[in-house]
């Protein structure tokens, strides 16, 4: 079983950012991807940006991709997400997901293992 812990939400203004972490415990994480979706009020969890653990290589929402960075630190099992000129529609629950599964995965139902969220506001 793994375990994952987000950190690093917040409140923060219009073009500012913000770090977030997700530290991954339990067994030895040895799956393919690892993932951050948000969640909106009233909205569907949506994906946001994942990265194969082994080869490094990265997908990202269009409408994040100039904005966000995901990276991942294998010795300290840790997954990022650097966020930079943030907005409003950002405003959410953000998620770290992981998967074994082969491929480019980007639905929510193809995540086994899901941390239990970390709020990001964005304020105008």
């Known amino acids: 079983q793994v375990q994952l812990v987000e950190s690093g939400g917040g409140l923060v203004q219009a073009g500012g950012s913000l770090r977030l972490s997700c530290a991954a415990s339990?067994?030895?994480?040895?799956?393919?991807?690892m993932a951050w979706f948000r969640q909106a009020p009233g909205k569907a969890r949506a994906f946001v940006a994942r990265?194969?653990?082994?080869?490094?290589?990265?997908n990202y929402l269009a409408s994040v991709k100039d904005r966000f960075t995901i990276s991942r630190d294998n010795a300290k099992n840790t997954l990022y997400l650097q966020m930079n000129s943030l907005q409003p529609e950002d405003t959410a629950v953000y998620y770290c997901?992981?998967?074994?599964?082969?491929?480019?995965?980007?639905?929510?139902?193809?995540?086994?293992?899901w941390g239990q969220g970390t709020q990001v506001t964005v304020s105008s």
């Open positions: 339990g067994r030895t994480f040895s799956g393919n991807a």
């Open positions: 990265i194969n653990w082994i080869t490094g290589s990265t």
């Open positions: 997901a992981a998967t074994q599964r082969i491929g480019t995965r980007t639905g929510p139902d193809e995540y086994e293992y």
